[in-house]
């Protein structure tokens, strides 16, 4: 695949930047299947799984939530998986692969203008994709909107650094492409399941729940079902959020190479 993540020569400072995002927007919305995974299927998934019956009925084990009101945070932290993992570190491993971010360093733009960009794009797709999943469960399953919105709004960006920063430490500690989707897949499942993909973190048993909301993932999803039944996020989740992004941060920024 041909890149346009250089831009011209006379560019400088904030104008080349702005020249790198724009390419970096092409490219994103020439890839369907990136924009199918990240901002239409965890919304189609809680379609389908809302079409089930036994899905709209209470449960007790929830705290008399229905299974699609437990899924919408689930789906939420889906679209952040699939950018963070799936999405993003074979793309910027492929551009170190095949040198591109080598040969940025003889033009005005600098190689982490490219991880900036790469980083805003995703996150705004994952923020979109979040957006569609509130918006479908409470038009079309009748999930109420997040009682708590400031505290599900910080949880939800704390959540989008966090799985963006694990996308940036897989690209770290990738040498090629084909490693970058090995490692992205291998950590993809284990994040799935902390995030409730399987079940929900709700209706684990309280031992493995312990465990779960360590991982940064699964204290996420803890946060976004705390704010959206009205309470604030624990800032122990928060807490747990934060230190995983910081982390996380300090990995890719100690092991990333640009050639």
């Not at 705290?63 to 993992?85: C, E, H, K």
């Amino acid at each position: 695949m041909t890149t346009a993540v250089a831009a011209p020569h006379t560019a400088t400072g904030p104008k080349a930047s702005s020249a790198v995002l724009r390419a970096e927007l092409r490219l994103f919305r020439r890839e369907p299947g990136a924009v199918f995974w990240i901002m239409a299927f965890p919304t189609l998934l809680l379609t389908l799984l809302g079409s089930i019956p036994s899905f709209r009925e209470t449960d007790a084990s929830l705290g008399g939530l229905r299974l699609v009101d437990a899924y919408v945070p689930v789906t939420v932290l889906l679209s952040l998986i699939m950018a963070g993992l799936q999405a993003m570190p074979p793309l910027l491993t492929g551009y170190r692969e095949r040198g591109i971010l080598r040969r940025m360093s003889a033009t005005p733009v600098r190689p982490s203008a490219v991880l900036g960009a790469q980083m805003g794009i995703y996150g705004t797709a994952a923020l979109v994709s979040a957006l569609l999943s509130l918006t479908v469960g409470r038009l079309v399953f009748d999930v109420p909107l997040p009682r708590q919105a400031v505290g599900y709004a910080i949880a939800l960006l704390l959540a989008i650094l966090c799985g963006l920063s694990l996308g940036a430490l897989v690209s770290a500690l990738a040498r090629t492409t084909k490693a970058a989707t090995a490692i992205g897949s291998a950590v993809f499942f284990p994040m799935m399941f902390s995030a409730g993909v399987w079940l929900p973190v709700q209706a684990m048993p309280d031992t493995l729940a312990r465990i779960v909301e360590i991982a940064p993932l699964g204290a996420a999803a803890q946060a976004l079902g705390d704010a959206a039944g009205g309470d604030w996020p624990s800032l122990g989740h928060l807490g747990v959020l934060l230190a995983w992004t910081v982390l996380l941060s300090a990995g890719a920024a100690r092991w990333f190479r640009w050639e």
